[in-house]
């Protein structure tokens, strides 16, 4: 299909002008249109104060859907207890700004007083007492910063949590936060709750009562979180994010430290939960605990569930679509059912407040997403086209050179150390051995089998070389370096990359995203770079996706036209490369591939052996696990037998085939004995 | 009264309440035992077997501000109100098991868990739509009878839960223990597609789990009504979380533990409000419930819970 059958498809004129633009291009536009009509909205004939403040509360819905979908869509961490963040910013603000916290004057605060941040106030009789007067906008900081430290804190006790009992965690501390917000006198005023908080100044400018200036602050703060969770869902920080939802394991073994991108999900969604509570409180000038409770979080919860987890523009319009339906729907709909009421004479219909079902429309929504829409109403995952004919029939190539840019090439003939050595490895479940004091050596540039019956410890063997499963004993040096003992992505960093037995790619991330995971810790971007975006980061990535399709060039036209694709997509094939792509996207010195062809057919087995060999020509060392006899003895340089976690046997190919414990062990003892 | 009394005084209390949560938590470990699900409409089903107990009473011709019964009118009466109200509830379980649940059964992730808190989101609001927001008064049909035992009192209403609530426990043993149903609900909880595979219908074992689990709840939320003496349409959740606190405590999926860990929160209630300060409870059972999800998700009796590979 050529590009003018695509225009007619999509239709003509300005819908195919623009479905040819570029999708940052298309972004940026709506982007700019939605940020015009949102500032000239006040000034709209016909919107009046009431709108606009209406306005500015929807935008603070906009800001915390965001900050609880870089928790929940990008890191997949469900976190029942956000208003709390929410609070914690609130109080935090109101009281470094009300006269709540009486504190006795001593010089300490002379700094904070020549700052204007604190006044000095005389009480009659005792003490003179500091009056707090914090800055709005240094608040705004502070409250943040605060509310990161206690996302750290609420959520490093999760970490080991599976998703359900992590929820609850969350929901404990969401519970916790509330209760000491009413019994806090000294801090809260407890159920009273805060009031006369000072409204924010700016430049002698007081915002005051007037809803106009508070609805363009809020609108600055939505603006620059839609920006930041666009900037972090196209980073290596949320790629990283999206990989540990998809597949922790996975995730650890392609490099992501997954304690330091969870805290880092906890923090950024804390902080800004954080804002929307400095900002709500210098708004309303008063806090009082039944702000922030469990149907708080949920309400935030329902708005990232209907535009769907994970995608930015869904949870933005969907924040935006649930606070007009508070405040403007179900309004106007209250009047025009009252005036039903009175005209059929139904004294319920006449008087109902419809308002009062806005817990029951979260709750219908909850359900009906969950039974009929997960992914939400506008789900992150871009709808990708189908390849084109042409594409389709496209005989599969093979890649006709085999070039990595950062292979070392192949080692000197006499190399000095063994690139692996493993001693006296040693691993129990149980009471069964998958490995029993295994001794290896593995030299540069060598391609070691490893093969034996099922249950042998063979995937222990590599699971215990990556450190995905702790060791009883033994010790592994890579390059005379101990590694054992180091977490799974240390060990990514230090040059071990791996496959796994059952596939295990990031199935909702492209092919190409799948890839980048894997080069995760070859990449130096963190949240702030990936944000901000600076010429080195660009450089970076722009280096990146090259090195990808350099990857992905192995195999020929098999993946590349597929590069967008979602991996739960791919054929059974493509999906064992695309995971060999993804180990070498880490730029392994040593590649563990566990059974790459198993449920390949005879062709595509002998097309995946030789890139298995060419790999090999670059200087890649190699272990495969495979059952595959045939392509066994003709790959290896070496093969080793394992046997109940024991190693039976080692030598060449041919040594192998024929060695008594091995076809004892293949064939049992009887069969030997005949 | 010395230390000692008010402490023997706080421990009956807090057994009496304790059995309340017991019930509930049997729900919650139940469910999570069968198919691994929080289930956060457990709270609601709880909360409004309150309003059918009211109802039900209502009908009866009882107010908030009758008086309590005598003879063989109490026994009656108790019995009728429990039995329509724990099959009301059992009934609602089983709906919210059909027509919500299943659906999403087995799907990997939270989904199961965020459908069970719209749920509970749904019941709250057609309860409240109902009934109103107003606090509503439980008839007192239990007579305020109460005995000294030492310093510390007990009384009527307490006797006849703990009693109520001890026969249900010990059906619900003699049914997981010593039926084929229960047979199969425990095959069902260790591997769902064995049990399958052995002629097990799963579907059913999980539709009777939850129609016991909340029937269960009903009762547990008639001993609110009549313990306390009102209801009202937000009872559900922090009774609910307490009692889910419970089933943590005893390790969840375990239905002893869930029995055990509702009578510790009952009683950490009401000591730790004599200790501390009352207003302080919910902190003492959240840091509860955090502290044993983390450092000991199998619960405090360290009994394994069936694992799902």
Known sequence: MDSSTSDARVGTGVTARWHTLPVLRRRQILAGAGLAVALAFPFITGVNAGHVDAGANAFTYVLLALGLNIVVGFAGLLDLGYAAFFAIGAYTYGAAASSQVKLPWSEVWTPLLWLGQVSRVQVEG?????????SFWGMLVAGALVCAAFGVLFGAPTLRLRGDYLAIVTLGFGEIVPVVARNWDWL????????????????????????????FLALGLAAAAIFMSFRLQESRVGRAWMSIREDELAAGAMGVNHVHYKLLAFAMGAAIGGLGGVFFVAKLTTATPEMFQFPVSVMILVMVVLGGMGSVRGVVLAALILSFLQSVILQELTLWVNALGRTIGSAWLAEVQLITSLELIFGLILVLMMLFRREGLFPAMRRVTALSRDEQAALPSRGTTVQLSWAEGAPPAAASRPLLEIEG???????????????????????????????????????????L?????GIIRLDGEAISGLPPHEIVARGVGR???????????????????????RLRAGALG??????RVRAEEREAVERALEVLGLFGNRLLPRLDHPASGLSYANRRRTEIARALMTRPRLLLLDEPTAGMNPAETLELMDLVKALRGLGITIILIEHKLDVVMDVSDRVVVLDHGVKIAEGKPVQVRNDEKVIEAYLGRRRRAA | MTFTD????????????GMMYSLLALGFTMVYGIIELINFAHFSVFMSGTFVGLFVLHLLGFTGDSTGLWGLALPATLLLVFAVTMTATGLLGVLIERICLRPVRGISGTAPMITTIGVAFIIINVVLMIWGPQTKPFPKIIPDRRWTIGQAEVSLVQILLGVAGLVLMLALNYLVKRTALGKAMRATAQDMDAAKMMGVDVDRVIVLTFFLGSALAGAGSLFFGLYYGFTAFYIGYQTGLRAFTSAVLGGIGNIPGAVAGGLIIGLVQSLGGQLLEVKWTDVIIFSILIIVMVFRPTGLFGLQTPQKA
């Open chain 1, 469 to 473: 499963v702790a060791r009883d004993a």
């Open chain 1, 499 to 521: 496959t796994f037995q059952t596939i295990r790619l990031f199935s909702s991330l492209s092919v190409l995203e799948n890839l980048l995971v894997g080069e995760h810790a």
């Open chain 1, 425 to 467: 490895l040693t691993k129990r479940f149980g009471g069964v051995a998958a490995a029993d004091g295994i001794d290896l050596r593995v030299a540069r540039g060598e391609l070691l089998s490893v093969i034996g019956p099922n249950g042998s410890g063979k995937t222990t063997l590599f699971n215990l070389i990556t450190g």
């Open chain 1, 188 to 215: 809260t005023n407890g159920a009273q709750g805060l009031g006369g908080i000072r409204t924010p100044k700016l430049l002698g400018f007081d915002f005051g009562f007037s809803p106009y200036p508070y609805y």
């Open chain 1, 126 to 134: 005792g003490r003179d007492l500091v009056q707090l007067q914090f």
């Open chain 1, 530 to 535: 990936a944000i901000f975006r600076p010429p």
């Open chain 2, 6 to 17: 008010v402490l023997i005084q706080q421990i009956v209390n807090g057994l009496a309440l």
